[in-house]
C-alpha cells in the first residue's frame, strides 16, 4: 500500500511570511501533484511534477519533486491572506490516474 | 472552463436504504473516477471507469458499490445498502486521457453523504 505524509498538518503565519509544506513517502510515485481544496469544494489542481528534481513554479509557489521521485515540497513566498486553505499532494500510480492522497496541510496566513 | 457538476450536494439516508449519487463529467472526457472523503480523514481512492467497465477499485469499493454510465453523460456511484460508515464526501472527477501528467483529473464538488 502506498503512503503519503503530509507535513505539518496546521500551519498559522503572518502575512508576508514564508512558509513550506512537506509531503513524503516510501513508494515511488509516477508524478505527484498539489491540489488545493477550499470547504465545500473538490479539490483543484495546482501543479503536476513528472520527474525526479523538478522544479516548478506558479507565481510565488514553488514545488519541487525529490530526485528519487518519494517526496515533493510546496513553497510559498510572501504569503498573502488568500492564500488560506487546504494543501494536498497526491501520488500518480505507474498504472496511470489512480491516486493517494496525503492527509493535507491546512494554511493560515493572518493579515 | 467546463466543470465537473455532482448532485445532490448532499444527501442524507437511513441505513439500509440504496442511494444513487450522480455525476456528469466533462464532455470530451473519458476516464472517470469515484472518491471519498470521510470527515477528517484522506482523500480514498474508490474506482475508476473506462470504456464502459470498471478498470480498477479499490478494498473500499466492495460489493455493496457499483458504477454506472447509463447515457454516455451521466456517471453514477450506487450504494445498495448504506451503512453509518459510508458517510462522506463522495466526490467524481474525470479527465481526458490515462497518464495524469498528461492530462489532469477535474474533480467536482462533492456529494455529502449522511447515513443516519
Known amino acids: 500500500t502506498q503512503l503519503l505524509e503530509q507535513s505539518p498538518q496546521f500551519l498559522s503565519i503572518q502575512e508576508g511570511e514564508n512558509l513550506t509544506v512537506y509531503c513524503n513517502s516510501s513508494s515511488v510515485f509516477s508524478s505527484l501533484q498539489w491540489y488545493r481544496q477550499e470547504p465545500g469544494e473538490g479539490p483543484v489542481l495546482l501543479v503536476t511534477?513528472?520527474?525526479?528534481?523538478e522544479v516548478k513554479k506558479l507565481k510565488r509557489l514553488t514545488f519541487q519533486f525529490g530526485d528519487a521521485r518519494k517526496d515533493s515540497s510546496l513553497h510559498i513566498t510572501a504569503a498573502q491572506p488568500g492564500d488560506t486553505g487546504l494543501y494536498l499532494c497526491a501520488g500518480a500510480s505507474a498504472a496511470g490516474n489512480k491516486l493517494t492522497f496525503g492527509g493535507g496541510t491546512r494554511v493560515l496566513v493572518k493579515p | 472552463e467546463p466543470e465537473v457538476t455532482q448532485t445532490p450536494s448532499h444527501q442524507v439516508t437511513q441505513m439500509g436504504q440504496e442511494v444513487i449519487l450522480r455525476c456528469v463529467p466533462i464532455s470530451n472526457h473519458l476516464y472517470f473516477y469515484w472518491y471519498r472523503q470521510i470527515l477528517g480523514q484522506k482523500v480514498e481512492f474508490l474506482v475508476s471507469?473506462?470504456?464502459?467497465?470498471?478498470?480498477?477499485k479499490s478494498e473500499i469499493f466492495d460489493d455493496q458499490f457499483s458504477v454506472e454510465r447509463p447515457d454516455g453523460s451521466n456517471f453514477t456511484l450506487k450504494i445498495r445498502s448504506t451503512k453509518l460508515e459510508d458517510s462522506a464526501m463522495y466526490f467524481c472527477?474525470?479527465?481526458?486521457?490515462?497518464?495524469?501528467?498528461?492530462?489532469?483529473?477535474?474533480f467536482g464538488n462533492g456529494t455529502r453523504l449522511t447515513v443516519t
Open positions: 471507469f473506462y470504456n464502459n467497465e470498471i478498470s480498477e
Open positions: 472527477a474525470s479527465t481526458r486521457e490515462s497518464r495524469s501528467y498528461n492530462s489532469p483529473l477535474h
Open positions: 511534477v513528472v520527474t525526479g528534481g
